[in-house]
């Protein structure tokens, strides 16, 4: 990170900033996925989001996914609605709580999902491989580290 100074104090470059960096990164990796599934399958992010969230999870509630998927409840009710409505996925009053729905995969989100998976763990290998296994360890160690030192700076407020 590059800090530099001025009569102020400390100037911030934005492509230095590890905040900006993760975020642009984080974007750009989504947006190269996206092509997959939004040019042959149809599916916006949070659409697909939604589908690999109840693939991970089985069915649960939309505040479980919002949770899951980090998306808001307003971008997960449109995206469950289009879901709804194409047939990919099913709602149904929860067992102890009717007012609460819970959200399912339908066979035809199941077959999408079994589809698009293929491709987008490609699409994971070909940024990885540069990497050697060890370099990839250290990757997912050190992204575990930056997750827990977040969670731990959210906690502080």
């Not at 990796?29 to 089985?58: H, N």
């Not at 998306?71 to 609605?81: E, F, L, N, P």
Request: overall charge neutral; hydrophobic content about 45%; charged content about 25%.
């Amino acid at each position: 990170m590059t800090l530099e100074h001025d009569n102020q104090g400390a100037v911030l470059t934005l492509n230095d900033f590890l905040p900006y960096r993760l975020v642009a990164l984080a974007d750009l990796v989504s947006k190269v996925a996206a092509r997959i599934y939004a040019e042959r399958f149809e599916l916006t992010r949070p659409e697909w989001r939604i589908i690999a969230s109840l693939s991970d999870l089985g069915p649960v509630s939309a505040t479980e996914i919002c949770a899951h998927s980090t998306q808001d409840k307003m971008t997960v009710s449109r995206a469950v609605a289009s879901l709804e409505a194409r047939g990919l996925l099913r709602r149904y009053d929860a067992p102890h709580d009717r007012r609460n729905k819970i959200l399912e995969l339908t066979p035809q989100g199941q077959a999408i999902y079994r589809k698009i998976v293929p491709l987008i763990l490609a699409r994971e290998a070909f940024l990885l491989e540069s990497f050697t296994p060890e370099e990839r360890t250290t990757l997912a160690r050190l992204l575990e580290a930056l997750t827990a030192r977040a969670r731990e700076l959210e906690q502080l407020g």
